[in-house]
Each structure stands twice: as C-alpha cells, then as structure tokens.
C-alpha cells in the first residue's frame, strides 16, 4: 500500500541492494560525484591540494549513490556514502561534512567496507573520532556536524541513515571548516587543531 505524505510525496515499499565491494546502490535515484578539484578548500592545505591536482589529475573522492524517500518527518532516508583513499599532504580524504538543518536529527552509520573515522563535533565542546570498519555502527546524535574520513588504502563504504526531515547545512562547514582535522602522523591518525579554522571560505 502506498501511503501519502502530508506534502504530497509517496512512501512504498522497497529494497535495494548495495554491492560490499564497490558500493554501488542497484536503482538508485541520485548519483553524487564528488571530484577532489571541487573540494580543494575543505582541507586545511589547499595550495597542497592544487598541487596534488597539477600532479595527478582530477580524481574521485567520494560519491554517495541514494533512493528519493520523501524529506519528511516519519521517514528514514539513506545512501551509500563511498569515501576513496588518499591524501592531501598528511590530510586524509573525506566528505564536506554538514550539520542537520533540523539540528536535533540524529544519524547513523554502518560500515560495510574499509578502514576510516567519523569526525563529530558539536558548535562547542570538545571533538569526537569514532572508528569505522566493517559491521561497526556510528551513532551520530543531533547538534552534531559529521563528516566521513578514510584512513585506510580501500573505499570507505557506509550506510548512514537518517530522519527523512533533517536537511543538510553545508554553509557553516563550509564558511568555518571544523575546529578539527584527521591527519597521518608518524603513520597512525592523529586529531590536530585545524589552522585555517573560521575562514575556510576565504
Ligand atoms: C551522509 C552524507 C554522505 C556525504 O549521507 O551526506 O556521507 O557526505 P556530505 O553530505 O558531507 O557530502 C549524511 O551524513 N547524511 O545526513
Ligand atoms: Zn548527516
């Protein structure tokens, strides 16, 4: 049976399979490509990462593959977030990362595939990294901005899952950047003070 949203969007049910090694959701709706040459002022080196670019070419970092469930409070929407491996100077590859619109939404996610972090912060307090691998779960609470972080030389694949009413707020990440970053040091994931806090914009 199909149910009708109060906005007039329609929930039915369904399945999907995400392929373990690639990824790939079967019959997606939305397909996100995200190229490291439209993500160079996330990272906290981004004349490093222009570098990178002049070197090695545009490259995929990280791709999320989704089914168009209604954004309304009731439903769950989820994707298959696909972070590849790499880094900008010592600084990992890793998603934009946001805060819900509706900021109280929580989130979670499970990895299916890869080695890598969830970067949590709230707008203060201290930082939280929680470890993703296979059959590990996040569970991101609301008030917190996230992002995925692949520390790992394999496609970090997950599957968040969140209220289908949260909404994304890229502007502030992207305006401030988090206070944090994932870098490698002495060949281990170190959470170090991020230099170009508050102006990330500029
Ligand atoms: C995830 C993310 C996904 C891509 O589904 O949207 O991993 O990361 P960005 O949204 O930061 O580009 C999620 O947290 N949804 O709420
Ligand atoms: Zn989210």
Do not use: W
């Not at 499970?110 to 201290?126: A, H, P, Q, V």
């Amino acid at each position: 049976m199909q149910i009708k949203m109060e906005n007039g969007a329609v929930a039915f049910p369904f399945s999907v399979k995400i392929n373990s090694v690639t990824g790939k959701m079967d019959d997606y709706d939305t397909h996100i490509e995200r190229s490291l040459s439209t993500l160079v002022s996330i990272f906290s080196d981004p004349d490093a990462a222009e570098d990178f670019l002049e070197k090695n070419g545009d490259t995929l970092a990280y791709e999320v593959y989704e089914k168009n469930i209604p954004e309304v409070n009731g439903e769950i929407r989820f994707c298959s977030s696909i972070t590849y491996p790499g880094k900008i100077g010592n600084e990992y590859f890793m998603t934009k990362g946001h805060f819900h619109s509706r900021l109280d939404t929580a989130e979670i996610y499970y990895c299916i595939r890869g080695n890598g972090c969830i970067l949590m912060e709230k707008k203060d307090g201290n930082p939280i990294l929680e470890n993703m691998y296979p059959g590990r779960v996040v569970y991101v609470p609301g008030y917190y901005a996230h992002r995925s972080i692949n520390i790992g030389d394999e496609p970090l694949i997950s599957l968040p899952a969140y209220p289908g009413d949260a909404g994304h707020d890229y502007k502030s990440i992207e305006d401030n950047g988090f206070r944090h970053i994932v870098v490698e040091k002495n060949g281990k994931p170190a959470l170090l003070e991020n230099p170009r806090y508050g102006r990330m914009g500029k």
